[in-house]
């Protein structure tokens, strides 16, 4: 360890990218399916990429920093917002938008602003998007976990409310939830809103809903009332930019500028929010898929349903999550792992966590691909212990 480092950094280990690790370790000609990431498989149509190769030809000045102010894309994600949370025009404006390098970068804005310097700690449910924690870490910043139900992955809210009085550890600023929730598909439940509401108004409350355009479901029109809730959104979903590197935040125009303080003065190159005002003016065009892959998502889940060792839950987003049933396995990790390496092997890549297989929906020959991969994988790890 250099000596000149935060000792609490020596513990940790860089994230890696699933896609890196992938193409190490995939034998090269077989066609790859990429069902790890959630991304969209659809890559932006012809005519949108020449599109904004002639805005790179014809506007973009290589030599000149990008609008460190954002102003055209704040305006046009805040009507974007209204328009799809069915609002006055007016509800939310550009004072209403913090726009990040990815919405990781705004997740690492909101741990600056909140938690950082020893000022609280944050709370999560487990299992859920892992960069919360991830990042939060190399902050130094503590986090507490609380489980699910096994049944329906709605959050042990007894468990998070006591974590919340409890004055032992140090006292939580944030809570962070997802809309729904990655790896398990779920939405919140009215149940788990009420508690949000409930909170006190120290603690920031985090609903990250990166799947919006596949679940229909917002909290945008209550965040009006709640002047300590942000709303997290990306555009490497359903929006097809996860190349580009585009996240927003929907907040009070006070809790918008203070992340606008702990951001980096050019945190979006230029390119990039071209890329995001692009994709944005055609959204309905680049939206236009997300249907057939609802169908293909529920027809996935209808087929998984028939198999005996599987447990599979209706999913609001654009993957699904499967486990092995209790009575299946003590050692259901093991055999998940056997799965997932199988797959991976034959250039179909999938996550393998918390517990279960998270499998994002790809084209239809993808899909098809994945389901009879998973079926032989499960059959050759499952069969002897079946009968
Ligand atoms: C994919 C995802 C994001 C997106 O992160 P970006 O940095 O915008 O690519 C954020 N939150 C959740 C829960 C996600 O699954």
């Known amino acids: 360890m250099l000596p000149f480092i935060r000792s609490d950094l020596a513990q940790l280990t860089a994230y890696t990218p699933h896609t890196e690790e ?20 659809f890559d932006l149509p012809d005519e949108l990429k020449q599109k904004l190769s002639w805005t790179f030809q014809q506007t973009i000045e290589s030599n000149r920093y990008p609008d460190g102010g954002h102003f055209a894309l704040k305006q046009a994600i805040a009507d974007y917002v209204n328009e799809t949370a069915t609002l006055p025009a007016a509800s939310f404006n550009s004072t209403h938008i913090s726009v990040g390098n990815g919405s990781d970068e705004l997740i690492r804005s909101v741990l600056i602003a909140t938690c950082l310097g020893g000022e609280g700690a944050i709370l999560v449910a487990e299992p859920t998007f892992s960069m919360y924690a991830i990042l939060a ?13 096994p049944e ?31 790896p398990t598909g779920n939405a919140l439940t009215s149940l788990e809103i009420d508690w949000l509401q409930s909170l006190p ?29 942000i709303i997290l959104r990306t555009f490497s979903k359903a929006f097809r930019l996860a190349a580009h590197r585009v996240g927003y935040a929907i907040a009070h125009p006070e809790l918008i500028q203070t992340l606008e303080k702990v951001r980096l003065p050019y945190n979006l190159p230029t ?48 993957f699904i999550y499967v486990r092995l049933k209790p009575e299946i396995s003590a050692t259901p990790d093991l055999i998940l792992n056997l799965v997932y390496q199988q797959l991976k092997a034959q250039g179909v890549l999938i996550r393998h966590t918390g517990g279960g297989l998270r499998i994002t929906i790809g084209t239809r020959d993808e899909n098809s691909r994945l389901l009879n991969a998973l079926q032989v994988a499960l059959d050759s790890h499952l069969h002897p212990k079946i009968i």
């Open 201 to 229: 108004e120290h603690i920031l409350v985090v609903i990250d809903e990166a799947y919006f355009e596949f679940s229909q479901t917002t909290l945008a029109e209550m965040l009006l009332q709640h002047p300590s809730w």
């Open 22 to 41: 992938n193409h190490a370790g995939t034998a090269e000609p077989i066609q790859v399916a990429h069902l790890d990431t959630n991304e969209s498989p």
């Open 271 to 318: 390119f990039t929010q071209a890329a995001a005002q692009t994709a944005l003016a055609h959204r309905q065009q680049l939206l236009a898929t997300i249907p057939d892959t609802l169908v293909q998502r529920d027809q996935l889940t209808q087929t998984l349903i028939q198999h005996p060792a599987l447990q599979i839950w209706q999913s609001a987003a654009n």
């Open 137 to 149: 870490r190399t902050l130094g910043i503590p986090v507490v976990a609380v489980g699910r139900s």
């Open 152 to 182: 329906d992955f709605g959050i042990d809210l007894t468990a998070a409310q006591a974590a919340i009085q409890n004055t032992q550890h140090s006292t939580i600023r944030v809570v962070f939830v997802v809309h729904p929730n990655s």
